[in-house]
């Protein structure tokens, strides 16, 4: 499974897009980029999931380059309840890897 | 919402000893995952069910660590003996097909051994 590096932590101002980037530069073709995010205390929440177009669902956009070697998650208008460790992961044939991910914190 | 339901939710327990969690998947979702978090770390696998049968449990400590889901619904996680490093969240997880695709996650059972 092709690796991911993501920056420890970021901070956003509550109501601002809070962009994650992900770096996968061994991603290979069939492989999909998939974006969970893990409350306090909580089991990981699914968010979205692309392999090459960009994605939007009500949740968040996924913007994927056009050689598939990173990507950014976007939270168009950021919540103080989107406070949350962001995990990317790129994902084929075998099991989801969660790395240590990025962790957000959305001040007000 | 159907929702994965994790019992207990919090289990101190002394080392040496025996200790069991319990998950009941999405009804209908037929994939079903045991990850082990350790504090400060993402999830990892430690094995995944696909109705009743064992499709990955590579990282599953087989000398200490049993899980079974006879009758392809819920399933247990024991572990005897307990260890001091056995402290982590444990994550129940289930999918509508063995697709990695999304993946519901239960609350999770805090494990804490003395």
């Known amino acids: 499974d092709a690796k991911t590096t993501q920056p420890p932590s970021m901070d956003c101002a509550e109501g601002r897009a809070a962009n994650l980037p992900c770096n996968h530069s061994?991603?290979?073709?069939?492989?999909?980029v998939y974006w969970y995010r893990q409350i306090h205390s909580q089991g990981p929440q699914y968010i979205i999931h692309?392999?090459?177009n960009n994605e939007t669902n009500e949740m968040a956009s996924l913007i994927i380059t056009e050689d598939r070697k990173s990507s950014t998650l976007i939270l168009p208008h950021a919540t103080l309840r989107d406070t949350a460790v962001y995990y990317c992961?790129?994902?084929?044939?075998?099991?989801?890897?969660f790395g240590q991910g990025t962790r957000l914190t959305i001040n007000p | 919402e159907a929702e994965v339901a994790q019992s207990p939710r919090y289990k101190i327990t002394e080392k040496s000893q025996a200790v069991a969690f319990w998950c009941d998947p999405i009804s209908g979702h037929a994939t079903l995952y045991w990850y082990r978090q350790i504090l400060g770390q993402g999830p990892e696998l430690l094995v995944q069910f696909q109705d009743e049968s064992v499709v990955d449990d590579s990282q599953l400590p087989k000398d200490r660590f049993s899980a079974e889901r006879l009758k392809g619904v819920d399933s247990t996680l024991k572990i005897q003996p307990a260890e001091l490093g056995d402290s982590a969240m444990y994550l129940c997880a289930s999918s509508f097909i063995r697709s990695y695709n999304e993946q519901f996650f239960g609350p999770g059972t805090r494990l804490t051994v003395l």
């Open positions: 061994t991603i290979s073709g069939n492989e999909y």
């Open positions: 692309g392999l090459k």
């Open positions: 992961i790129v994902q084929g044939a075998q099991k989801l890897v």
